[in-house]
């Protein structure tokens, strides 16, 4: 099916201003105006973040919805193709999100604004730790681009968890895609994107 509705997930002290975020909507403007875009800032708490988004998309059409998610992003996006049934695109997704947050308990600040600032609560571990949906078999088709040269996360565990996906497995790359344009073109025709 084609997709009429998609979702963009960002990643930990990330947002909508992320440059992949941005060229992702470029795309979708400028060449499919009758796809509806969503990328929500999301909030630091997991589950605050997860009902945002399942409210946001509640009316969307399952069928002809997909989530694209950037590392943080990419393991709430499993979830949402979860608990949807769409197609997803993950971006060096965090697999382990649970342990690998647990070092940045307390204050953090923005990505793309360092006055903004915000907690991040020792309850948000268990809030993902509920969010883990590694158990379940993908609901739908999932593809996975991942940079052997993540400097953030490891690229074993990306491809271990992800068996089913269609694999783009880059040789050297960082954990924030800069070459990201050279894979717009892949995730638009695995999207379907009307």
């Known amino acids: 099916m084609p997709t009429t509705h998609l979702l963009y997930l960002h990643g930990f002290r990330s947002s909508p201003q992320s440059a992949k975020a941005r060229l992702m909507a470029q795309r979708v403007a400028s060449q499919h105006p009758g796809v ?16 945002l988004v399942a409210q946001g998309i509640a009316d969307w059409p399952h069928s002809q919805m997909a989530v694209v998610g950037s590392s943080l992003g990419g393991f709430y996006a499993s979830w949402v193709a979860q608990q949807t049934g769409c197609p ?30 915000f907690y991040f609560d020792p309850c948000f571990i268990g809030e993902l ?6 158990e379940h078999p993908p609901a739908n088709n999932q593809m996975a681009i991942v940079a052997q040269g993540d400097e953030v996360l490891d690229w074993r565990e990306m491809v271990a968890r992800y068996p089913q996906a269609q694999l783009h ?15 717009i073109e892949a995730i638009v025709e695995f999207l379907q994107l009307v």
């Open 169 to 183: 497995l880059l040789d050297g790359g960082d954990h924030a895609l800069s070459d990201f344009p050279d894979h």
């Open 36 to 51: 509806h875009w969503w990328c929500p800032q999301l909030p630091p708490s997991p589950h605050a973040a997860m009902a």
């Open 129 to 134: 730790n509920a969010l883990d949906v590694r």
């Open 88 to 117: 997803a695109v993950l971006l060096n997704p965090a697999v382990h999100p649970a342990r690998d947050l647990e070092r940045y308990i307390g204050e953090q600040t923005a990505w793309h604004n360092e006055a903004e600032r």
